[in-house]
């Protein structure tokens, strides 16, 4: 029976042997899984991440794009409307020409351009003005020569001999003017 006894030890042996490698086995493949599970959720958590930042960066040009054209599309609106508007002044302006007050009006752009003007100097008008502009420049100063030689709602300008601009005082002139200082005021309304 010996035989026998060594031969079921070693059978126990063996098969305690084979338990405890089989346990070991399971334990290392659990332990493998485990880690493979984890770098799984890691890399997804990082691919997630990647696209997660493109994402929002394509968000934010399309949301910086549609900030511009908006923009674009208001300074259109505002630029239009404020040329509108001049556009129709100048033509309110040309049409006084044909009022009584016109001749006041005229009189004082003369008498404010001539003031700052030194020397000889050709006056020009526009040839609806011609008239008016010699019995209104000849009383300020007659030296000064009237040329019907401009296109303008009103007003003149005033040349120095040597064909130098010194003062431009046309309506359009000082529509200009305005247009400049009413575009920037709406552009700061409109960007509160």
């Given at each position: 029976?010996?035989?026998?006894?060594?031969?079921?030890?070693?059978?126990?042996?063996?098969?305690?042997?084979?338990?405890?490698?089989?346990?070991?086995?399971?334990?290392?493949?659990?332990?493998?899984?485990?880690?493979?599970?984890?770098?799984?959720?890691?890399?997804?958590?990082?691919?997630?991440?990647?696209?997660?930042?493109?994402?929002v960066?394509?968000?934010?040009?399309?949301?910086?794009?549609?900030?511009?054209?908006?923009?674009?599309?208001?300074?259109?609106?505002r630029?239009?409307?404020?040329?509108?508007a001049?556009?129709?002044?100048?033509?309110?302006?040309?049409?006084m020409?044909?009022?009584a007050?016109?001749?006041?009006?005229?009189?004082?752009?003369?008498?404010?351009?001539?003031?700052?003007?030194?020397?000889e100097?050709?006056?020009?008008?526009d040839?609806?003005d011609?008239?008016?502009?010699?019995?209104v420049?000849?009383?300020?100063?007659?030296?000064?020569?009237?040329?019907?030689?401009?296109?303008?709602a009103?007003?003149?300008?005033?040349v120095t001999?040597?064909?130098?601009?010194?003062?431009?005082?046309?309506?359009?002139?000082?529509?200009?003017?305005?247009?400049?200082?009413?575009?920037?005021?709406?552009?700061?309304?409109?960007?509160?």
């Amino acid at each position: 029976m010996a035989i026998e006894d060594i031969f079921r030890a070693l059978e126990e042996q063996a098969d305690a042997e084979c338990t405890e490698i089989l346990r070991v086995a399971e334990a290392q493949a659990s332990s493998v899984r485990d880690e493979a599970h984890r770098e799984a959720e890691r890399t997804k958590a990082q691919k997630l991440a990647a696209v997660e930042d493109v994402i929002v960066s394509k968000v934010g040009k399309t949301i910086n794009a549609a900030r511009l054209e908006n923009r674009k599309a208001l300074a259109a609106v505002r630029d239009s409307a404020v040329e509108q508007a001049f556009a129709g002044a100048l033509e309110k302006l040309g049409s006084m020409r044909t009022g009584a007050a016109y001749e006041g009006v005229f009189r004082a752009l003369v008498e404010e351009t001539l003031s700052a003007v030194t020397g000889e100097c050709d006056v020009l008008v526009d040839p609806a003005d011609a008239a008016l502009a010699e019995k209104v420049v000849k009383a300020v100063n007659s030296s000064y020569v009237v040329k019907p030689e401009i296109s303008t709602a009103g007003g003149l300008i005033a040349v120095t001999v040597g064909g130098k601009v010194t003062r431009r005082n046309t309506f359009e002139s000082r529509l200009e003017k305005a247009r400049i200082l009413a575009q920037a005021q709406v552009a700061e309304i409109l960007t509160r």
